[in-house]
Every structure is written in structure tokens, then in C-alpha cells.
């Protein structure tokens, strides 16, 4: 069956340091990545889409500079939280897809920033 | 970015009652809405999922029924069952793109 893992589960970083969270799909090829974010009492934003063969659309509000995106081939993806800072906390989902309109996701990377 | 409006924000229902869910969408390019159902400390999981050239489709307890014309969905879990207490997420998508999400509805069955 098609699963997709992150890792690490939980993170705990400094305010104003970095953490980079990893996502791998097995089971499928994962033509495309969505990263979300669920913040506190808030449902799940777009952070940023990365399709294969396409420039990585990020959504109003986040940015490549500050979540930078790695999808370097059809079983893993990676994202960077730069500069990390109390709003930056919460639940980071991976969810990828392969050709079909189905989205698999993971358990996520919980994020508290001290 | 909330494209997605999801009520209630929770719920609670008798065990063997029906639950039901609404969703409603702003843009009319959608044309898929799967139900995403959660538990704590796990990743969203597709429990049921609709096209919009449907109105309609079932799966054991769970049916989602679609309104194209009032960018309307809604999902109905008959015999609510305790196990069925979890965290339901309604979204809307169109193909090479990702799935927006609703805010979520918090079920509890009591028993």
C-alpha cells in the first residue's frame, strides 16, 4: 500500500534557528508534495506545492526564502523552517499524491519553537 | 486562504445516531472533495472522497453527497459508531493542485 513517513515526529528548536523536516513516500511515486502547516486551534494551510518538472508554488503568506523546499526525486521530499519563530509552531503535514487525485499523508512533524 | 468553510466546529452524537457534516467552496474550478478523517497524533487519513460529475457515493456507513450548483457537500455517517470519535476535515481540490482544507469538525460518539 502507499504510505509516507516523516521524520523527525517532534522537534524542539531555539527561537531564531532552523529545523529541517523530511518526508518519504513508499508504495508510489509521489509526482507531487503539498507541505501544510496546522497551527494551534487552526486547520491546515498550504505552505507550498512541488510538482515534478514544475517550479514549486508556494502559497500567499509563505515563501522560499523563509521554507525552503527539496524535492529532488519521486520518493522523498524535504522542507527547511529558516529562522524559526513562536508563530512558526505546529503540526507540519507531508502529503503526496502520484498521477491520480488521491493525497497520502503522513503523521507529521509537530514543530515547538522555544 | 480559507476557500473551504466547515461546520459544525463540533459535534456529539448518541451512538447509532447519524452525524452530518457540511462543507461549502468558493471556487467553481473544484471538481474533487475528499473527507479526511483524524485521530490524535496521526496525519489526516482519506476516508471517502467525491467528483464533481457525481451527486452522490456511498461506502459502508459513510455517504458524501455533492451540490454543484450551490458549491455545497456534506457528509453523512449513519450508525455512529464510539470508534468514529475523531476529527473530520472536508477539502476541495482541482487536478495538479493540492487539497484546501475545511477547519475541521470534532466528532464524539458517546456510547
Known amino acids: 500500500g502507499a504510505l509516507v513517513y516523516q521524520y523527525p515526529r517532534r522537534t524542539i528548536c531555539k527561537s531564531g534557528t532552523s529545523m529541517r523536516m523530511e518526508c518519504q513516500a513508499v508504495?508510489?511515486?509521489?509526482?507531487?508534495v503539498a507541505w501544510y502547516r496546522q497551527s494551534p486551534q487552526k486547520t491546515f494551510e498550504l505552505i507550498a506545492l512541488?510538482?515534478?518538472?514544475?517550479?514549486?508554488?508556494?502559497e500567499q503568506n509563505f515563501t522560499q526564502e523563509k521554507f525552503p523546499i527539496s524535492h529532488p526525486n519521486l520518493s522523498f521530499s524535504s522542507m527547511t523552517v529558516l529562522n524559526a519563530y513562536l508563530e512558526d509552531r505546529g503540526l507540519y503535514l507531508c502529503?503526496?499524491?502520484?498521477?491520480?487525485?488521491?493525497?497520502?499523508f503522513g503523521p507529521g512533524t509537530r514543530l515547538t519553537v522555544l | 486562504q480559507q476557500q473551504v468553510r466547515q461546520s459544525p466546529q463540533s459535534l456529539t452524537v448518541w451512538e447509532g445516531g447519524t452525524t452530518v457534516l457540511t462543507c461549502s467552496y468558493e471556487?467553481?474550478?473544484?471538481?474533487?472533495f475528499p473527507w479526511y478523517q483524524q485521530f490524535p497524533g496521526e496525519g489526516p487519513a482519506l476516508l471517502i472522497s467525491?467528483?464533481?460529475?457525481?451527486d452522490k457515493k456511498e461506502d459502508g456507513r459513510f455517504t458524501t453527497f455533492f451540490n454543484k450548483r450551490e458549491k455545497k457537500l456534506s457528509l453523512h455517517i449513519i450508525d455512529s459508531q464510539p470508534g468514529d470519535s475523531a476529527t473530520y476535515f472536508c477539502?476541495?481540490?482541482?487536478?495538479?493542485?493540492?487539497?484546501?482544507f475545511g477547519a475541521g469538525t470534532k466528532l464524539s460518539v458517546k456510547p
Open positions: 502529503g503526496a499524491r502520484d498521477y491520480s487525485y488521491e493525497q497520502y
Open positions: 508504495g508510489f511515486q509521489a509526482t507531487s
Open positions: 512541488s510538482t515534478v518538472n514544475s517550479a514549486i508554488k508556494y
Open positions: 471556487d467553481s474550478t473544484f471538481n474533487y
Open positions: 467525491i467528483l464533481s460529475v457525481s
Open positions: 477539502a476541495a481540490m482541482r487536478n495538479n493542485n493540492a487539497p484546501r
